[in-house]
Nanobody, 125 residues
Framework: QVQLVESGGGLVQAGGSLRLSCAASIRTFSNYAMGWFRQAPGKEREFVSGISWSGRNTYYADSVRGRFTISRDNAKNTACLQMNSLKPEDTALYFC??????????????????WGQGTQVTVSS
């Protein structure tokens, strides 16, 4: 049974930073690409960032590029999202997700097999 557990969310002022972590109980973590998505109230879940199984390739939504950095540690079965220069519009429930390593379209949420329960990020103005 694969489990993904997010942590690191919280309340922060605009311009601040948070670091989200995703701990994965996966036998071979490197068999999976990882992604971060977010969902604000009344809105659809949207892609934030993705990282290939090796960590060599990373992808970002235009709205976060230059502010967020995704990383992974295959030895520790973790994926992280460093979020800097946070804006009120970044407020959402953030999810990590795992996709088969061979999937190249990490923007499409339908390519992800496993999802965490989410961690809330609230940015005050």
């Amino acid at each position: 049974q694969v489990q993904l557990v997010e942590s690191g969310g919280g309340l922060v002022q605009a311009g601040g930073s948070l670091r989200l972590s995703c701990a994965a109980s996966i036998r071979t973590f490197s068999n999976y690409a990882m992604g971060w998505f977010r969902q604000a109230p009344g809105k659809e879940r949207e892609f934030v960032s993705g990282i290939s199984w090796s960590g060599r390739n990373t992808y970002y939504a235009d709205s976060v590029r230059g502010r967020f950095t995704i990383s992974r540690d295959n030895a520790k079965n973790t994926a992280c999202l460093q979020m800097n220069s946070l804006k009120p519009e970044d407020t959402a429930l953030y999810f990590c997700a795992a996709a088969d390593a061979w999937k190249t379209d990490l923007v499409n949420l339908n390519n992800y097999h496993y999802w965490g329960q989410g961690t809330q990020v609230t940015v005050s103005s």
